[in-house]
Structures are given as C-alpha cells and as structure tokens.
C-alpha cells in the first residue's frame, strides 16, 4: 500500500496564515507529546516568520522555542521554512551566515529544511543546500508555484531536474496562494514524478477553496506528500483540514499512519486556544472564509487584503480597480516574479503607487530599484528594457549571484556585539533582526536580573 506522508503546519503555516504567527510557546507545549505520537511525518514548526515573531511581539528566544519543541518531540521529524540566501530576513544574506544558520538550526533540533528562492533562482539556494546536507539533515528543494505566461509546465519539470541535479532529498511545489488547480496539480505532479527520483512534496492553502481538491487529485498522480494543519486551525488562508484529509486519502486506499485517537486530542486541544484568539481579535472571521479573486486577479489573498488596507490609508479606495489592472501590468514590466514575499509586497507597492501618481514609474521603490540591479537574483522572464534604463540609467545590473559581492559579517559581528551576544545563536538573531533582537536581549538580562534579586530576598 502506498504511504502518503502528512505534515503537520498549524504551529508554523496555519499559526502564520490565521493569526499573524501570534502563538506563545507556551500555550501549545503541553501538546507537544502528544503530536509526536500521532504518526505525522513531520511537524512544520519553526523558519518562516516564526523568528521574527517570536522576538519582534512574543519576547522569546526562537533558538530556545525549538530547543524545547525538540525535547518534548523525540521521534517525528522537525521541519522548517528558510527562503534561501534571504534566511528567515527580507535581503540577502553573505554565505558565511547562511551556513551557519543551517548549521545551528540542525544543533538545536531540525530535521528537514524546505528551502526555496522567491524567483526560482537557485543559485540563492545552492550554499542553503549544501550545508543542510553537509550537516546531515534533510534538504528539501522548494519550487515556488505561480501562473503567468512564461510559466509552464515543461518549465517546472526543469526546475525539478535542477533541483535534483543540486543533491536535496526531496522536492516541494509550493503554492502559497492556493491557485494551483486540481487537474494542473495531476499533470504537473505527474511529470515530475516521471522525471525525478527524488520524492515529491506539495504543499497549498484552502485560500481558494481549491486545496482539497487539488490534493486529492495531486496523491492520485503519486504525490508522496501534503501538508495539512489539524481542522480548528485549518481551511481559509491556513492549510485544508488534516483528519479530513486523512479520512479521504485513506479512503482511496492510501496508508497514512496517522492514528484518528490521537488527532481528536490534538484538535480538542487547540480548540479552546482558537477561541481565544477569535475573543481578542487576533483571528479576524475573514481569514477564514473562501476568497475567490484571488482566481481571476492571479494574485494571492494576503496580496490583495494589502493593497485594500494601503488603499484604504490613503483614502483612495476608488482607484482599487485600477490598481488591480495595474498590478499585472507591472508583473509583467519585472519579468513576471511569482507573487510570494517578498515580491508580492514589491509589485503590490509599486502598480499603487504608479496609480496614485498617475504616472508610471514615476516615482520607484526602493526596493524595486535593487530588483532592477539584480539584488534579489534573476527574473524568470524579461524585465522591460526601457523601464531598466529609465531607473538605472547607464548603470549595469549584476548578473551574477548577489550573494558573492557581499563580505562575511559573522565573527565581525560576533566581536561587535561581545557581552550582549550570549551564544552564536543570539549573534545570528542579530544579523537577522538587529534592532528587535537588541530589545530583545535587553529584556532578556531584565528579567533575569530580576529572579536573581527575587531569589536572594527569599534566602
Ligand atoms: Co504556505
């Protein structure tokens, strides 16, 4: 009997798709125990925006969050979410970091690292891979899904071949909008299992409403596994529900291993921690619901839910339907990105502020600017060659990798920071959010302190 392996995301994707990642430590540990028992392949636990979170809003050290996750969990695998050269960041980071970020993430408990690029350049992969391997976990090779013209399927199946070419032990499709439609998910699985040896992962949203579905159909063409977040915390922007899942795939005459007793208690455990987020606002109703635009704009939910909010501070809600025209216009203008941080924030700021203005280009982000520079890497089609002199002028972009014009910067800092950094660990919190993880250890020696003064008025 075929097995189909079930991820587990509700303490990474859904905490991050339903309630902005806003979940303590502590108010699932005492679950821990019992999730390692359930027969999930992996659990999808830490990477993504858990870091930030966890020192930007939770005052916890991430470090120590996994540390604890992996002494309560002593069997299923620990997974995590890195954006390659970019870590768990917003830029690119120099080699030196990377590798000692995979390095440290492994030493303090993670067995699989799903690692992807947001333009499909897997040059910004490549040192990410390398070192999982070299450190003896799993590396799994993400291809980021999206729809556009030059985007097909011939393409993907390339991009599988490279990545396989590249040593990982496993591929993912990661759709993290939700678009990709069942019948692509049949051929486009299909292919690839027909070219690679590797297995092959996917992973979507119930965003759409197609996530079940495409699912279902993705196993029928030998997927060899989904990820699914357990059903309080599951559907809308979050994952497709893991009994429902399981009770389906099972049906169809696949072995899971997951054991149903066990999914009960977890969902009865989560349940109440639901309830609490929706009293306090932090799960807003809408998350939760079925949002098809995101269909015929080609743009994933969160994207438009920015645009509205952006929209919105500048009073300017009646030009949403032209921005809506102009986002595709200037995908197309980049060399069609797919649309996953941080690109869909990039294109989405850029056509607003090309409406607002009324002139295109007129006024350019940033950010954009350094993707025209080849900052983030290479597009996947053909930047407009006029939009490039416009902003760059005689100016060249880079072609190489990035990456390689950037000095090591981690012993440096490690001197720089001394005292305050405790461990390399906390040097790497640095790099990655130096301003937040500052506050942070500050707090951090606060607390302390004030133990050692309770301890000592107790004797
Ligand atoms: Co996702």
């Given at each position: 009997m075929k097995k189909v392996n079930i991820t587990e995301t509700v303490l990474r994707d859904a905490n991050q798709s339903l309630i902005a990642t806003r979940l303590p430590?502590?108010?699932?540990?005492?679950?821990?125990?019992?999730?390692?028992?359930?027969?999930?392949?992996?659990?999808?636990?830490?990477?993504?925006?858990?870091?930030?979170?966890?020192?930007?809003?939770?005052?916890?050290?991430?470090?120590?969050?996994?540390r604890k996750i992996r002494e309560k969990v002593k069997n299923t695998k620990l997974q995590m979410l890195l954006r390659g050269q970019n870590l768990l960041g917003y830029k690119h980071y120099p080699d030196d970091v990377v590798r000692k970020f995979v390095q440290h993430s492994v030493k303090n408990g993670i067995d699989i690292i799903r690692i992807f690029d947001a333009l499909n350049d897997f040059r910004n992969i490549e040192v990410a891979v390398e070192e999982t391997l070299k450190c003896g976990a799993h590396a799994q090779g993400a291809i980021c899904y999206t729809i556009s013209p030059i985007h097909n399927l011939e393409k993907y199946v390339e991009m599988g071949k490279t990545l396989e070419s590249m040593g990982v032990n496993s591929i993912c499709i990661k759709d993290m909008a939700g678009i990709l439609a069942p019948q692509e998910a049949y051929d486009l699985i299909k292919a690839l299992k027909e070219t690679v040896k590797v297995p092959v992962f996917l992973h979507t949203h119930s965003t759409t409403g197609l996530g079940p579905i495409t699912y279902i159909k993705a196993v029928e063409a030998g997927c060899d596994g989904?990820?699914?977040?357990?059903?309080?915390?599951?559907?809308?922007?979050?994952?497709?529900?893991?009994?429902?899942?399981?009770?389906?795939?099972?049906?169809?005459?696949?072995?899971?291993?997951?054991?149903?007793?066990?999914?009960?208690?977890?969902?009865?455990?989560?349940?109440?921690?639901?309830?609490?987020?929706?009293?306090?606002?932090?799960?807003?109703?809408?998350?939760?619901?079925?949002?098809?635009?995101?269909?015929?704009?080609?743009?994933?939910?969160?994207?438009?839910?920015?645009?509205?909010?952006?929209?919105?501070?500048?009073?300017?809600?009646?030009?949403l339907e032209e921005v809506l025209l102009e986002t595709p216009k200037v995908r197309k203008d980049l060399g069609y990105p797919p649309l996953v941080t941080p690109m869909s924030q990039m294109v989405g700021v850029q056509a607003t502020i090309n409406v607002l203005t009324g002139?295109?280009?007129?006024?350019?982000?940033?950010?954009?600017?350094?993707y025209l520079k080849g900052e983030y890497g290479r597009a996947p089609g053909e930047i407009d060659s006029e939009l490039i002199k416009k902003v760059l002028g005689d100016e060249e972009p880079i072609t190489g990798r990035f990456a390689d014009t950037l000095e090591p910067i981690f012993e440096k800092t490690k001197e720089e920071l001394g005292d305050m950094a405790k461990s390399d660990e906390d040097v790497l919190s640095y790099i990655a959010f130096p301003q937040i993880a500052k506050k942070f250890f500050k707090e951090r020696e606060e607390k302390k302190a004030k133990i050692v003064s309770y301890t000592i008025s107790r004797v």
């Amino acid at each position: 009997m075929k097995k189909v392996n079930i991820t587990e995301t509700v303490l990474r994707d859904a905490n991050q798709s339903l309630i902005a990642t806003r979940l303590p430590f502590e108010d699932f540990e005492e679950i821990l125990e019992t999730m390692d028992n359930a027969g999930y392949y992996s659990l999808e636990c830490w990477g993504g925006a858990t870091f930030d979170s966890c020192l930007r809003y939770l005052s916890e050290d991430p470090w120590e969050r996994l540390r604890k996750i992996r002494e309560k969990v002593k069997n299923t695998k620990l997974q995590m979410l890195l954006r390659g050269q970019n870590l768990l960041g917003y830029k690119h980071y120099p080699d030196d970091v990377v590798r000692k970020f995979v390095q440290h993430s492994v030493k303090n408990g993670i067995d699989i690292i799903r690692i992807f690029d947001a333009l499909n350049d897997f040059r910004n992969i490549e040192v990410a891979v390398e070192e999982t391997l070299k450190c003896g976990a799993h590396a799994q090779g993400a291809i980021c899904y999206t729809i556009s013209p030059i985007h097909n399927l011939e393409k993907y199946v390339e991009m599988g071949k490279t990545l396989e070419s590249m040593g990982v032990n496993s591929i993912c499709i990661k759709d993290m909008a939700g678009i990709l439609a069942p019948q692509e998910a049949y051929d486009l699985i299909k292919a690839l299992k027909e070219t690679v040896k590797v297995p092959v992962f996917l992973h979507t949203h119930s965003t759409t409403g197609l996530g079940p579905i495409t699912y279902i159909k993705a196993v029928e063409a030998g997927c060899d596994g989904i990820d699914t977040s357990i059903s309080v915390f599951s559907g809308g922007t979050a994952q497709p529900a893991t009994e429902t899942l399981n009770y389906a795939i099972k049906e169809m005459g696949y072995q899971t291993d997951l054991k149903e007793d066990v999914l009960k208690k977890i969902n009865d455990f989560f349940r109440p921690i639901k309830e609490k987020f929706i009293q306090s606002g932090g799960l807003d109703a809408y998350v939760l619901g079925t949002e098809t635009d995101a269909l015929n704009y080609q743009i994933p939910g969160g994207m438009l839910s920015n645009l509205i909010a952006q929209l919105k501070q500048q009073n300017a809600m009646d030009k949403l339907e032209e921005v809506l025209l102009e986002t595709p216009k200037v995908r197309k203008d980049l060399g069609y990105p797919p649309l996953v941080t941080p690109m869909s924030q990039m294109v989405g700021v850029q056509a607003t502020i090309n409406v607002l203005t009324g002139e295109r280009y007129k006024n350019v982000t940033k950010e954009v600017k350094a993707y025209l520079k080849g900052e983030y890497g290479r597009a996947p089609g053909e930047i407009d060659s006029e939009l490039i002199k416009k902003v760059l002028g005689d100016e060249e972009p880079i072609t190489g990798r990035f990456a390689d014009t950037l000095e090591p910067i981690f012993e440096k800092t490690k001197e720089e920071l001394g005292d305050m950094a405790k461990s390399d660990e906390d040097v790497l919190s640095y790099i990655a959010f130096p301003q937040i993880a500052k506050k942070f250890f500050k707090e951090r020696e606060e607390k302390k302190a004030k133990i050692v003064s309770y301890t000592i008025s107790r004797v």
